[in-house]
């Protein structure tokens, strides 16, 4: 592990060659120190004022999502599956077009897996294996001193990562320490990855970034930053509400209209820690109750949520009766609710809405994040479709969407 100096030494080289963006010098107002959560954090060294960026990073490694449930699509520009698509007979990645094969991207990953003994002929090669894994492959481009900041990020070593890599040696002979360098890069990737946004409308596969700056931000349910991505892929940190010098800059790794249980399980599964943030001790989550279940009792029309958020075990109660209700039977409402949302077609909008309107409300309360979701979906997709534009229906939602999108953004992301 680097020292703080080291590393903020290779970090300050990481972003130099960005500091200066359309003619503009950002000189940094933080620095990277140990943190009360463990570990290390980013911490402001003068009063941050909103809308002031903080850093522009752009990845060390970047490329698709390694989930098995992974889209097969373009090793390159990422567009999703169709007719021309074909494997490039040198390496086995899948392609959408010459032009796609020709850029300098594909150059790289094909010397790499070109260079690799193959077991197999490409025609046999699983190219949807060959993809959930080239993101930690691109990790082999790498020079010395990214190898050494990517190597010096927290790794999620338990559960053992990295069998899309074991899994590839059915199809290439590479060397231990090709294989090794890989596994570390899938322990770095699934620790600190961000998800890279595509444009809205867009079918492109899934893809994630490993931002090396951004990486060093600790998690908080109400973050003071949030970033986005340019077509390069720099990513831009922006503070978002005054951040006083000496406190930590946070982003948020979870979705920030999750209810608590939602956000907690999250965080533990793919993050291996309990947040114990302000927001998740409580209760109410700010008063924006995205949490609330509705009353077991049939005839009362009270709210019912946690008592001690920060147990898992909490017993539940209503707000209006006082009820109170063991966590097992919350658990058990709130997988229903997860299997009955596994069963809507998203790209339907009149199936959302019917959903939303007639049946969803009967079963949660309005503030309740499915209802919250569904109504973010649905103000997308009919703000974009022709023919179905936001302002017509908006009779139809003002009273719930107005004033709890409004009443929720206020106080979780703002506050
Ligand atoms: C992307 S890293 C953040 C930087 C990290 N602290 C470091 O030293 O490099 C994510 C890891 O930091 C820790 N972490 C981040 N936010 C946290 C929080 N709110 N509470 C506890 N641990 C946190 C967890 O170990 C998590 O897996």
């Known amino acids: 592990m680097l020292s703080l100096e080291q590393l903020s030494q290779i970090v300050k080289e990481h972003l130099g060659l960005y500091m200066l963006i359309e003619g503009t010098q950002y000189t940094s107002k933080w620095i990277i120190s140990e943190s009360a959560l463990g570990g290390r954090g980013i911490f402001a060294t003068e009063d941050i004022m909103p809308g002031d960026v903080l850093f522009v990073d752009h990845p060390l490694i970047r490329g698709p999502r390694s989930g098995t449930t992974i889209q097969r699509g373009c090793t390159i520009c990422n567009k999703l599956d169709g ?82 890599i074991t899994r590839l040696k059915k199809y290439f002979d590479f060397s231990d320490e090709d294989e090794q360098m890989m596994i570390l890069a899938c322990c770095a990737l699934d620790a600190n990855a961000f998800q890279i946004a595509s444009p ?32 390069d892929l720099q990513m831009t940190v922006k503070a978002v509400k005054p951040i006083r010098s000496g406190s930590e800059i946070f982003t948020c790794y979870s979705g920030i209209l999750w209810g608590t249980p939602a956000r907690r399980t999250y965080l533990y599964k793919t993050k291996h820690f309990l947040c114990k943030c302000e927001r998740c001790a409580d209760p109410t989550e700010r008063g924006t109750l995205l949490a609330a279940l509705k009353c077991f009792v049939t005839e009362c029309p009270g709210s019912m949520l946690p008592v001690e958020p920060l147990k898992l075990s909490t017993r539940w109660r209503c707000l209006e009766c006082g009820l109170f209700v063991p966590n097992k039977n919350i658990c058990a409402v709130q997988g229903a609710l997860g299997s009955l949302m596994g069963t809507l077609d998203f790209d339907n909008v009149n199936e959302l809405e019917y959903f939303l309107l007639r049946r969803i409300i009967k079963f949660i309360p309005k503030t309740n994040q499915i209802v919250v979701d569904l109504q973010c979906r649905l103000i997308w997709e009919l703000g974009e479709s022709e023919g179905l534009r936001w302002h017509d229906k908006f009779r139809t939602y003002i009273g719930t969407v107005n004033t709890c999108h409004a009443y929720i953004f206020f106080n979780v992301y703002l506050l």
């Open 83 to 164: 007719d021309e698509f074909f494997k490039c007979p040198k390496c086995g990645l899948l392609l959408c077009s010459e032009q796609c094969q020709n850029t300098n991207r594909h150059g790289d990953d094909c010397d790499i897996i070109g260079g690799w003994t193959k077991k197999v002929p490409t025609e046999e090669i699983d190219d949807t294996l060959l993809s959930r894994a080239l993101t930690a492959i691109r990790s082999l481009l790498l020079n010395e001193e990214q190898k050494q900041l990517m190597l010096s990020l927290v790794a999620h070593m338990e559960p053992p990562h990295g069998s899309e």
């Open 200 to 231: 809205f409308g867009v079918k492109e596969m899934s893809t994630r970034g490993l931002y090396p700056v951004a990486a060093l931000m600790n998690h908080s349910c109400v973050s003071n930053t949030r970033y986005t991505f340019n077509s």
